[in-house]
């Protein structure tokens, strides 16, 4: 494992803030597939998906198809594993993280509204999240039972199926009842009250695709809540805690 001093490490940073204008830059073919040829693992099954520059020169961001981003050495002989920080008057800014907030927005542009179920807000919205749920989860539970709040106070929640056990599980199919049903809001808030509700199965529904959209987002529980500018809130928050979050407090 490489060991920087800190003096090297002061370096590393200064030249992150020199050439933060230059990431994300598309490279040119003959260094991506450089790249390709270099970082390419048939029997880890991963391959490269996209090269581009990154904050610091020589060091480009290397996306894996359905695997990791890492921060790889031009010939591809050195790459890193891990979160790149901006270091800014004191503050610490985790410069992938605000890459992947972009890429969980516009994922998220991408799917239509009538797929979710929406609970809108009471009035003028000021805001809206996008949940990640499942019916069996106890603090899916609860964070349900703060949307009514959360309605009041102008925020929008809009629930994405993402069943923890799997496709064909029991949560499964709990979920495809929920969004098959002629007024899933109802049946959803009944169901996460453990009320007993008529199950209907339908073949038009998202909640497989939903699921499998989560994944490649990141989330690996529920509730995951992301925000409308692409933060990604794992687990439970009160509609207190929420509207502090959202900045609307």
């Known amino acids: 494992m490489l060991k920087l001093t800190r003096k090297a490490l002061y370096a590393l940073?200064?030249?992150?803030?020199?050439?933060?204008?230059?990431?994300?830059?598309?490279?040119?073919?003959?260094?991506?597939?450089?790249?390709?040829?270099?970082?390419?693992?048939?029997?880890?099954?991963?391959?490269?998906?996209?090269?581009?520059?990154?904050?610091?020169p020589g060091v480009y961001e290397v996306q894996f198809e359905a695997g990791p981003m890492v921060y790889a050495t031009e010939d591809g002989k050195f790459f890193i594993l891990g979160d790149l920080f901006e270091v800014n008057n004191g503050q610490y800014i985790n410069l992938a993280e605000k890459r992947r907030d972009a890429e969980r927005i516009a994922v998220l542009n991408g799917v239509d509204t009538a797929d979710m179920i929406v609970f809108p807000a009471e009035g003028e919205t000021l805001a809206h999240i996008s949940v990640f749920t499942d019916i069996t989860c106890f603090y899916c539970q609860k964070l349900h039972k703060e949307v009514p709040e959360l309605n009041k106070r102008g925020i929008e929640v809009r629930y994405l199926a993402y069943p923890r056990s799997g496709v064909d599980s029991p949560g499964y199919r709990q979920l495809v009842g929920a969004w098959c049903s002629d007024n899933p809001q109802d049946t959803l808030t009944r169901m996460k009250n453990k009320e007993s509700v008529p199950s209907r199965q339908c073949d038009d529904n998202p909640v497989a695709e939903q699921y499998q959209l989560g994944q490649e987002m990141g989330v690996r529980g529920t509730p995951a809540m992301v925000t409308e500018t692409g933060q990604m809130i794992p687990g439970y928050q009160s509609a207190d805690q929420l509207m502090v979050t959202l900045g609307l407090n």
Do not use: C
Request: glycine share 6%.
């Open 13 to 56: 940073f200064m030249s992150v803030l020199a050439t933060t204008a230059l990431a994300g830059a598309p490279v040119d073919k003959a260094t991506a597939d450089k790249l390709s040829a270099a970082l390419n693992s048939p029997a880890m099954g991963l391959k490269v998906g996209t090269v581009q520059t990154s904050e610091i």
